[in-house]
């Protein structure tokens, strides 16, 4: 038997359970600093970008099968798809001679009255590339992080409507949270008659729900719900939401109202991230008055 | 032929221990396996490899791994969720703690017996995940999730085979040639 100076006779270490309970300590303290204090997003940023390229390596072969695929599209696709473009693109031309002439008023008013002007968002394209495997969050992940500019509370939308709001930025990916995930909300304003209210998700794909709505409150099936502006995050005029149902109150005095989400939440693949408002449109007021310059 | 067997293995039964490189690139090809896009439908049934192939070389190589190669795998996984940092830490350092309690009973075991030995673990890890995201206010569970634990328990048998085979294992000596 060969000699090996390395091997002690009396084993040095700790026992299992020990280690077993240092463990469950360190354990622990991670979930009560990431769930309580958000502590550790440096750790988390870390490691995702380190674990970005090998995520890319292992979705590459899938995305060549699906370019591959979609090569072989047949001419009667292309033609529908082609006849619907130009239709959507004629539709848009004539909203798009509408709203330069509508920009132009609402500038010229608010010029008039003295208002802010209207904020500008510039929007950057992005692509979903992974959703989280999670039984909790709606979540999808997007090609573009801290390096392409992005930051986390900057809202997600598509060609359709609101998709929802990056939650972390991390170097290379960003993590956007759907817009029906339970813990995610937006401010809209029924555009039928200007009612504000709070819409929630309810972490199914298809429902979107209005919680404490007032017993008397104007809202309506049918009615379009638009972002309101007023949170400073997600720009005004966004659609969200079409109600499906209002519910009376039951057990509670709040009423309920069900929508339908409007942007493709959880079908799309490329969505443009929006860049939020500079300032809140509606500062808070300022506590005492400012003396007047003296003349 | 009396039938009698050696108490001890010999022979072509000597099997080499599992070195390192083998059981690190079966682990990192389980967790490549689970890092792949899955589709969104089958995301559910998705059973959790890492912790499949962690336990089996817990009850197979457990001077090779340990409690620290669970903590890092589980820290790798959370990130991957994005969900809590830790929480998928702390259930394979729990499992892996109670495979390698369990290792000395485990060993002699063939797999099916092993299946019903660790349903109980692999069905309480994806329990243990949805209960800790419930309690740390992670929003509403998708309780679904623990048919992925169901799906691990059935793999569990294949997995073990062909680790067996990778790790170049023999077989139990079957108990019908013993008896």
């Not at chain 1, 005029?237 to 109202?257: L, S, Y």
């Not at chain 2, 108490?7 to 967790?31: C, D, H, I, Y």
């Amino acid at each position: 038997m060969p000699h090996t100076p390395q091997a002690p006779l009396f084993v040095r270490e700790m026992g299992l359970p020990s280690r077993f309970a240092l463990y469950v300590l360190v354990c622990l303290l991670l979930l009560a600093l990431d769930a309580r204090y958000s502590a550790l997003a440096w750790l988390r940023g870390g490691l995702n970008a380190a674990l970005h390229p090998m995520q890319r390596v292992l979705a590459a072969p899938w995305e060549w099968s699906q370019d591959v695929a979609g090569f072989f599209i047949t001419h009667g696709e292309l033609k529908r798809d082609n006849d619907h473009l130009r239709e959507e693109r004629d539709h848009m031309r004539i909203t798009q001679q509408d709203r330069q002439t509508l920009l132009a008023e609402n500038n010229n008013l608010r010029q008039l009255l003295a208002l802010p002007a209207r904020p500008d968002t510039a929007p950057r394209v992005a692509e979903i590339v992974q959703t989280v495997p999670s039984p909790f969050a709606r979540k999808v992940i997007i090609n573009r992080g801290q390096v392409h500019g992005l930051a986390a509370g900057w809202p997600v939308v598509d060609a359709a409507g609101l998709v929802g709001q990056v939650t972390r930025s991390y170097p290379l990916t960003s993590e956007v949270t759907l817009l029906t995930d339970r813990d995610q909300g937006a401010p809209v304003q029924n555009l039928r008659n200007g009612l504000r209210l709070i819409v929630s998700g309810t972490g199914s794909d298809k429902w979107l729900e209005v919680r404490f709505l007032d017993m008397h409150a104007d809202i309506k099936e049918g009615d379009l719900l638009y972002t309101s502006g007023i949170d400073g995050t997600y720009p005004a005029g966004i659609p969200v939401a079409q109600v499906v149902k209002t519910e009376p109150p039951r057990n509670t005095p709040f009423a309920r109202a069900y929508c339908r989400p409007l942007g493709g939440v959880g079908r799309y693949r490329h969505v443009a991230v929006l860049k939020p408002l500079e300032q809140a449109p509606t500062p808070a007021p300022a506590p005492a008055p400012a003396p007047a310059p003296k003349p | 032929m009396n039938g009698a067997r050696p108490l001890l293995p010999q022979g072509s039964e000597l099997a080499a221990p599992p070195n390192r490189a083998k059981v690190m690139v079966t682990l990192f090809t389980a967790l490549c396996i689970t890092l792949l896009p899955w589709a969104d439908g089958l995301r559910w049934l998705l059973p959790d490899l890492t912790l499949m192939v962690l336990l089996y070389w817990c009850i197979h190589a457990p001077r090779l791994v340990g409690l620290g190669i669970a903590f890092a795998l589980g820290l790798v996984t959370d990130v991957t969720h994005g969900l809590l940092l830790g929480l998928d830490a702390l259930a394979y350092c729990g499992a892996a703690f109670v495979t390698l309690s369990l290792q000395k009973r485990l060993e002699g075991f063939d797999a099916p017996r092993q299946t019903l030995q660790l349903a109980l673990l692999l069905l309480g890890k994806e329990a243990l995940v949805l209960t800790l995201g419930l309690a740390f206010g992670r929003g509403e569970a998708d309780w679904r999730y623990l048919s992925a634990g169901l799906v691990a328990i059935l793999l569990w048998w294949p997995l073990a085979m062909l680790l067996d085979r990778i790790s170049g294992r023999p077989a139990l000596p079957d108990k019908a040639a013993v008896e």
